[in-house]
């Protein structure tokens, strides 16, 4: 069983930032991908980036270059860092893992954003 727990959600204005990490019980490295999801109210979940495990990253047409996900090999943490954050970006997100055929969730955390 993989257990990815996130953590750094909040609220956060117009225009700031926020960290999102997602600590795996499991080497990162066992993944063949690693992706951020998230889902606002009366939305269906979406991608937001994806790290793949030879490293490339793939980032939702939405993000325009404000999102950064990254992974810590060490700590087994993949982490989405979010700047110039809008009202649009408020959702839950969730971590998601990608190993061989299985597909593992997060439980999510609240990301808020006031104008």
């Known amino acids: 069983q993989v257990q990815l727990v996130e953590s750094g959600g909040g609220l956060a204005q117009t225009g700031g930032s926020l960290s999102l990490s997602c600590a795996a019980r499991?080497?990162?490295?066992?993944?063949?991908?690693l992706e951020w999801h998230r889902q606002a109210p009366g939305k269906v979940r979406e991608l937001v980036a994806k790290?793949?495990?030879?490293?490339?990253?793939i980032y939702a047409d939405f993000v325009e270059d404000r999102f950064t996900i990254s992974r810590d090999v060490a700590k087994n943490i993949v982490a989405l860092q979010m700047n110039r954050l809008k009202p649009e970006d408020t959702a839950v997100y969730y971590c998601?893992?990608?190993?061989?055929?299985?597909?593992?969730w997060g439980q999510g955390t609240q990301v808020s954003v006031s104008s």
């Open positions: 998601n893992a990608l190993l061989g055929r299985q597909t593992y």
């Open positions: 499991l080497s990162i490295l066992s993944f063949r991908a």
């Open positions: 790290l793949t495990s030879d490293g490339r990253t």
